[in-house]
């Protein structure tokens, strides 16, 4: 079980119910917040299509007293990797401490060099 979550007032939050990681699925591009506990870890989950060569970076370095990038794994929907399907870019984070941050993310091709980004997404984490 991965947790519940809950909307407030537009913010994903996490409850208490969660054990290590709350995980908050961006892909809809209608969150752009997220609510953690001091020392959390959470991730955000990101939809992307390898097949394309696109792919998910930071846009800018994290504020390293703030969050710690712990990972960053790619997940298959329902389990079963399809060629050309969509997937799932799971980037985890640990909250260090009280504040409030932002992650900028890109979606580009890493080798492709002055070309535009596909699209980009910014996260704002509350950490309490």
């Given at each position: 079980?991965?947790?519940?979550?809950?909307?407030?007032?537009g913010?994903?939050?996490?409850?208490?119910?969660?054990?290590k990681?709350?995980?908050?699925?961006?892909?809809?591009?209608?969150?752009?917040?997220?609510?953690?506990?001091?020392?959390?870890?959470?991730?955000?989950?990101?939809?992307?299509?390898?097949?394309?060569?696109?792919?998910?970076?930071?846009?800018?370095?994290?504020?390293?007293?703030?969050?710690?990038?712990?990972?960053?794994?790619?997940?298959?929907?329902d389990?079963?990797?399809?060629?050309?399907?969509?997937?799932?870019?799971?980037?985890?984070?640990?909250?260090?401490?009280?504040?409030?941050?932002?992650?900028?993310?890109?979606?580009?091709?890493?080798?492709?060099?002055?070309?535009?980004?596909?699209?980009?997404?910014?996260?704002?984490?509350?950490?309490?």
């Amino acid at each position: 079980m991965l947790g519940v979550m809950a909307i407030l007032g537009g913010t994903l939050v996490a409850t208490s119910a969660i054990k290590k990681r709350a995980i908050f699925n961006m892909s809809n591009g209608l969150e752009t917040r997220v609510s953690v506990k001091t020392h959390q870890e959470f991730c955000l989950k990101i939809k992307s299509n390898p097949s394309t060569g696109y792919s998910w970076a930071l846009d800018q370095p994290l504020d390293e007293t703030m969050l710690q990038l712990i990972e960053h794994d790619i997940e298959e929907p329902d389990g079963t990797a399809m060629a050309g399907a969509s997937q799932f870019e799971i980037w985890a984070f640990r909250a260090l401490k009280v504040g409030e941050t932002s992650i900028f993310m890109k979606y580009i091709r890493p080798w492709e060099k002055n070309v535009p980004v596909l699209r980009t997404y910014s996260f704002t984490v509350s950490i309490d």
